[in-house]
């Protein structure tokens, strides 16, 4: 990544642990730090590259949006997070391969639901809310699958 403040120049390798920084217009300033070394000062602009770059890993893998809601799958580090707003109101949400979901209502209600356990004894409409949510989980993470063999990636 690369950071660009005024006459200062600051560039991240991939893995964050190795930092280049030159002055613009100035070859006298050229200087590479490992993070450890990194001077203080400019500790500001590192965590500042190390947000966006958390916001861009965070980019959804796979969205669908229609008239019954909007849907994501998103990568964070090695987990898959889903994401559903449905347009009931509901929305819900699911580290992939975890025992819970969290779901909420547009009115502020939250409820953290066990889906190994039995979902047949939530109301009706929040078991429809839920089964909607998971069919299109199964969609996004089919596109997510698709898009990673293109790639030539692992799964």
Same mark, same amino acid.
């Given at each position: 990544?690369?950071? +660009? +403040?005024?006459?200062m120049l600051l560039l991240i390798? @991939?893995? @964050? =642990?190795?930092?280049?920084?030159?002055?613009? &217009?100035?070859?006298? /300033?050229?200087?590479?730090?490992?993070?450890?070394?990194?001077?203080?000062? $400019?500790?500001i602009f590192y965590n500042y590259?190390?947000?966006?770059?958390?916001?861009?890993?965070?980019?959804?893998?796979?969205?669908? +949006?229609?008239?019954?809601?909007? /849907?994501? %799958?998103?990568?964070?580090? &090695?987990?898959? $997070? /889903?994401?559903?707003?449905?347009?009931?109101? $509901?929305?819900? /949400?699911?580290?992939?391969?975890? &025992?819970? %979901?969290? %779901? +909420?209502?547009?009115?502020?209600?939250?409820?953290?639901?066990?889906?190994?356990?039995?979902?047949?004894?939530? &109301?009706?409409?929040?078991?429809?809310?839920?089964?909607?949510?998971?069919?299109?989980?199964?969609?996004?993470?089919?596109?997510?699958?698709?898009? =990673?063999?293109?790639? @030539?990636?692992?799964?």
């Amino acid at each position: 990544m690369e950071i +660009s +403040s005024g006459k200062m120049l600051l560039l991240i390798t @991939g893995d @964050g =642990k190795k930092i280049f920084i030159a002055k613009r &217009n100035d070859g006298k /300033f050229n200087k590479n730090y490992s993070l450890m070394d990194l001077p203080k000062k $400019y500790h500001i602009f590192y965590n500042y590259a190390k947000k966006v770059c958390e916001t861009l890993k965070q980019t959804p893998a796979a969205k669908i +949006s229609n008239e019954i809601g909007k /849907f994501a %799958l998103t990568k964070s580090s &090695n987990d898959l $997070y /889903f994401e559903a707003n449905l347009i009931s109101g $509901y929305k819900v /949400f699911y580290q992939i391969g975890g &025992n819970t %979901l969290n %779901l +909420s209502y547009s009115d502020g209600e939250e409820m953290i639901i066990n889906i190994k356990e039995k979902v047949s004894s939530l &109301n009706k409409e929040i078991q429809k809310a839920i089964r909607i949510s998971f069919n299109y989980m199964d969609e996004c993470l089919r596109i997510y699958d698709k898009s =990673k063999e293109d790639l @030539g990636q692992e799964k």
